[in-house]
């Protein structure tokens, strides 16, 4: 058990040298003043093997990520720094704590599910203080994480996975590998695979990837068909390679097969690396990389410090639209739900619109995203605002007066509602305003249309958006972006320290409470809020 220790008094020495060596205080003595602790031993799991109480972890925890630390400089600076100590409630000459002790600390808080409290206890003493409004402002945007792992082809990636998986066996089972390891496995997979020199030539490489295929399968054959180890199957790199096998490789008639690319699962189903098996490639605006998505959620009340309410992740193949349910039932579970929501296209849907405002109370409001097809583009084209939707009678008519032929309810790929109005081909084809509608020859005009209530939302929105009003409202939402910046420049939050999922939004939650800590503090300061910045040859006045 972690030993428990409540926060008692500030040691007499620490007190008296440290307010004597920062007269105007400092964000640590600020904190330690006017909220105590924050944490409390309560607040953690409490496992693992003893070590400082988990309070004073927790805090140090926050620190390390405020100042972009790493476990042993967050060591050396608890030991040699006093404004940490008074922070800590430690005496002068307290050694501090072996770096390692950190790193155990995370590996508790993982396996409780409990990264979260980082942030949530922080934001409920932060309630008590009245620094935060229930059903005020929020806003939210995203941005891509890089996995801390190595980008790998597709060769090296089933090479190293078989690789990681002997060195898992090896560890765990020695005695039943040793017997059956081939001994071109050493020359093969002894080092990491993008250090190895593949054959020339495509013939030669396609002949190696083979023989990489069958090692795998010979392996999980041996493993299958031994009862003495059924519990190696449940290895997670055995799990791993059976997986990996089963979708870059096929046997036929016993015959390893390497599959086409064309063949392979999409990238939001496969794995890209053996060592995090959660990261997902993904693409964005010409911008490649392999990862996950963080959404930061933040406060944006005018007189009220603009703190960090949640952190989610996400794989980086789940659009921005997907996650706002996630966010809003956490926000909900928090008892901090805003009552208005800024965000940018990416997050807004008409059903959206609808099921925040009818669930959750909560009025979205964003831009939402312009209608595809080339008729976007062309100023004189039909539009979809411009056809008239009866929906009772369930049929659309289109500019020039023709009723649609057909009116069929579906789902989008992401689950939404959709109608499907079609109109015949040859009513299309007389219409002298074809070139305006659709440039189908064997089809008629075709719209997708969401449902009623989310259609009626979107065209709501967009009316909106128009009016000087709801521009001067969207405007704040634009501070989000400079969160997200900071998190990236000041935090390194675009690069995971950590593998996995959860690892990552532990990350991602210690780095939100350190942003916090800075922002409060600014608000006690009375510090204003930093403006937009201008370039200098931007600040000078225009002569004629």
Same mark, same amino acid.
């Given at each position: 058990m972690l030993r428990p220790d409540p926060l008692g008094p500030?040691?007499?020495?620490? &007190?008296?040298?440290?307010?004597?060596?920062?007269?105007?205080?400092?964000?640590? &003595?600020? &904190?330690r003043d006017e909220l105590g602790g924050l944490y409390a031993d309560q607040d953690f799991p409490a496992l693992g093997q003893p070590a400082l109480p988990p309070w004073r972890l927790a805090l140090v925890t926050v620190v390390q990520f405020l100042e972009n630390l790493t476990d042993r400089q967050a060591a050396e600076q608890v030991r040699a720094r006093l404004d940490l100590k008074y922070l800590l409630g430690l005496e002068?000459?307290?050694?501090?704590?072996?770096?390692s002790v950190l790193s155990e600390f995370r590996s508790r808080l993982v396996a409780g599910q409990a990264e979260h409290l980082l942030l949530d206890r922080m934001l409920e003493r932060f309630r008590e203080q009245g620094l935060l409004k229930r059903r005020g402002q929020q806003r939210t945007d995203s941005t891509h994480v890089l996995a801390a792992i190595r980008y790998l082809t597709r060769i090296e990636f089933v090479a190293e996975t078989f690789r990681a998986t002997l060195n898992a066996l090896g560890r765990v089972a020695p005695e039943w590998l040793a017997p059956r390891l081939d001994p071109r496995w050493r020359?093969?997979?002894?080092?990491?695979?993008?250090?190895?020199?593949?054959?020339?030539?495509?013939? *030669?490489? &396609?002949?190696?990837?083979?023989?990489?295929?069958?090692?795998?399968?010979?392996?999980?054959?041996?493993?299958?068909?031994?009862?003495?180890?059924?519990?190696l199957l449940s290895l997670p790199a055995v799990q791993t390679l059976a997986l990996v096998w089963s979708q870059q490789f096929v046997r036929k008639d016993g015959e390893v097969q390497w599959k086409p690319g064309t063949a392979v699962p999409p990238s939001a189903e496969r794995p890209e690396s053996p060592y995090d098996t959660e990261a997902r490639f993904s693409t964005k605006r010409g911008r490649d990389w392999v990862g996950y998505k963080l959404h930061l959620t933040e406060a944006c009340e005018p007189n009220l410090p603009e703190v960090i309410l949640h952190v989610h992740i996400s794989s980086s193949c789940i659009q921005d639209i997907q996650v706002m349910p996630d966010l809003h039932d956490a926000l909900a579970a928090k008892e901090i739900l805003p009552g208005q929501h800024l965000v940018d296209s990416g997050y807004v849907s008409g059903t959206l619109l609808v099921e925040s405002l009818e669930q959750y109370g909560v009025e979205v409001i964003g831009p939402p995203r312009s209608a595809t097809g080339w008729q976007q583009k062309d100023p004189n084209a039909f539009k979809p605002s411009d056809f008239i939707v009866h929906w009772d009678e369930h049929y659309v008519v289109c500019p020039r007066g023709h009723r649609s032929s057909k009116w069929c309810m579906g789902r989008s790929q992401q689950g939404l509602p959709l109608v499907k109005a079609t109109f015949r081909r040859g009513l299309c084809n007389r219409c002298p305003d074809k070139p305006r509608c659709t440039k189908s020859k064997s089809l008629g005009r075709i719209l997708m249309l969401q449902d009623q209530a989310a259609y009626e939302a979107l065209h709501a929105m967009r009316t909106q958006q128009e009016t000087p009003e709801w521009k001067v409202l969207y405007q704040q939402r634009a501070g989000i972006e400079g969160t997200v910046s900071v998190a990236v420049r000041a935090h390194? *939050?675009?690069?995971?320290?950590?593998?996995?999922?959860?690892?990552?939004?532990?990350?991602?939650? *210690?780095? *939100?409470?350190?942003?916090?800590?800075?922002?409060?503090?600014?608000?006690?300061?009375g510090r204003p809020r930093a403006a937009t910045r201008t370039a200098r040859f931007a600040r000078l006045p225009l002569t004629a």
């Open positions: 500030i040691p007499e020495d620490t &007190l008296r040298i440290a307010r004597a060596a920062f007269p105007k205080g400092n964000l640590y &003595l600020k &904190l002068l000459t307290d050694p501090g704590f072996d770096f020359e093969w997979y002894d080092h990491r695979i993008e250090s190895y020199r593949f054959p020339q030539g495509k013939d *030669a490489r &396609l002949a190696y990837v083979l023989q990489v295929g069958q090692d795998g399968f010979s392996l999980l054959d041996a493993l299958q068909s031994d009862p003495r180890v059924a519990p390194g *939050a675009r690069t995971a320290r950590y593998r996995g999922k959860a690892k990552l939004r532990l990350q991602g939650m *210690a780095t *939100a409470a350190g942003i916090n800590l800075g922002r409060i503090y600014a608000g006690w300061q």
